[in-house]
């Protein structure tokens, strides 16, 4: 952001205070990178995927995940609602 050709000056305690509130707003992941986990619900209910990452939370409040699949021969990187999940 810049004012006329002048970068805007952001204060040392607005930059702590808004990191603190990410931190406030991450997420504790209940599942590994690497896990195996089960897909319970959905178009893929039944399959076995690998857990990668948990992403943050959508604007609906959903919590959703980062998985892989085998699927059509091929290891697919699919997203999906992690409550969707089992270990």
């Not at 995927?49 to 959903?62: D, H, P, V, Y």
């Amino acid at each position: 952001m810049t004012f006329g050709d002048r970068p805007a000056v952001i204060s040392h305690e607005l930059i702590a205070l808004l990191k603190a509130r990410e931190d406030q707003d991450a997420l504790p992941s209940s599942f590994e990178a690497g896990q195996e986990v089960t897909v319970e619900n959905g178009p893929f209910a039944g399959h076995s995927a690998t857990f990668q990452q948990q992403l943050s939370r959508a604007r609906n409040g959903e919590e959703r995940a980062i998985i892989l699949l085998q699927w059509l021969n091929r290891t697919q990187e699919v997203e999906v609602p992690i409550s969707h999940l089992l270990r």
